[in-house]
């Protein structure tokens, strides 16, 4: 299959670990930012190709596990209510809210659905005129596109029984946050390829200049990774950082214009809370004043919720790179997948669900700390 199997052909995974043990002279650690990527570096254990010297950790992309508890205890309220139809990703059902989750609203009697893009939400709110369907909006600038999309059509076919709970996340001020933290020990990014593939990469430039750090754009493919890895280790190794795009089959510099122009249109930045970080100025997007109408939480004129966060999970920990799962003392034990203590054990993209899943690749025991050293 193109675009895959050249991707993970092994005798060209070979040679590119072997370069990077060439390479590698000193220590480095570098973040992943995508689930996705820390699924297949776990999926197929590239880790354990890499020398001794080169540690990935991974970070804050996995859009089910940054949305804040406040948000997912207001999902669940909406979906309890009476005459409302809920409509979600499927991973976002087994999010522990403060006092449950969204599947076991299901379970007790309210309308939650899974749906697997916004269009479908939208198709369900055109045949249900008498009901209110609610869509959870979450995720950051890949996802945001479907959603504008979605909230673009309602307004053209005046659908007035739709709406969005939004909590959608710009990735570029996370990083940001990320180097200028105190605690911070990243050398190096592996970014996002599909996001590049929406915003380009012109972006990053200020960020490389300001901190000088390398940032590769990457995909997600074994191929990829290892790729992304060796061109961050060779500026790391000449004291260069720059910007530099391995995923170029998927992204350019000035990224997809049409999709930017959607997200002006339906959307405005704001500053956004993260679950496990904090708040970060300018990290995310709520509804722009011409589509107010779709706020969900201003349309349910919601009760003030008294938010229960998990004190067990680690997840903001893990998603700053300065733990991995296998250092949390419930990872496995009293946090599996059936009955997650945080969102990284349930979502598909979170990184304790990867580890768990792939934990006979993994070396779950090790940890981010121990292996960093300091910028």
């Not at 989750?101 to 939400?121: C, M, W």
Request: hydrophobic letters at 40%; one cysteine or more.
């Amino acid at each position: 299959m193109k675009y895959l199997k050249e991707y993970r052909n092994g005798e060209n995974i070979k040679l590119i670990a072997a370069e990077i043990q060439k390479v590698t002279t000193r220590p480095w650690t570098l973040m992943e930012i995508c689930g996705g990527q820390t699924h297949a570096i776990a999926k197929y254990n590239l880790q354990q190709l890499l020398p001794e010297e080169i540690q990935l950790v991974h970070g804050p992309g996995c859009p089910v596990c940054v949305t804040p508890q406040e948000i997912i205890d207001r999902a669940i309220a909406i979906a309890a209510m009476p005459n409302v139809i809920f409509c979600s990703f499927g991973d976002m059902l087994r999010v522990p809210g403060s006092d449950r989750d969204l599947l076991e609203v299901k379970a007790a009697g309210g309308d939650v659905r899974i749906v697997y893009s916004p269009l479908q939400a939208l198709n369900v709110a055109e045949q249900n005129p008498t009901k209110q369907v609610v869509f959870f909006a979450v995720g950051f600038e890949t996802t945001a596109t479907a959603n504008a999309l979605a909230l673009s059509l309602a307004k053209q076919k005046q659908i007035d029984n739709f709406y969005a709970l939004i909590s959608q996340f710009l990735v570029t001020p996370a990083i940001q946050s990320i180097c200028t933290r105190e605690d911070c020990r990243i050398q190096g990014f592996l970014a996002a390829g599909h996001v590049c593939a929406i915003t380009g990469y012109r972006q990053y430039r200020s960020l490389v200049k300001k901190h000088q750090i390398p940032i590769v754009i990457t995909g997600f493919e074994p191929l990829d990774i290892l790729e992304g890895v060796l061109r961050c280790v060779r500026q790391l190794e000449s004291g260069r950082s720059e910007v530099e795009n391995q995923y170029q089959r998927a992204v350019t510099k000035t990224g997809n214009t049409v999709a930017q122009d959607l997200i002006k249109q339906v959307f405005k930045v704001a500053t956004q809370q993260w679950r496990g970080i904090g708040e970060i100025p300018a990290s995310g997007l709520v509804l722009s004043d011409d589509y107010s109408g779709f706020n969900a939480e201003q349309t349910f004129n919601l009760p003030a919720l008294s938010i229960s966060e998990n004190r067990g999970c680690i997840s903001g920990d893990i998603m700053l790179g300065l733990k991995k799962p296998g250092d949390c003392p419930h990872f496995a034990k009293t946090c599996q997948p059936q009955q997650p203590l945080g969102a990284p054990m349930v979502s598909t993209e979170g990184a304790c669900a990867a580890y768990y899943r792939y934990q006979n690749q993994v070396e779950s025991n090790e940890s981010a700390v121990s292996n960093s050293t300091n910028r």
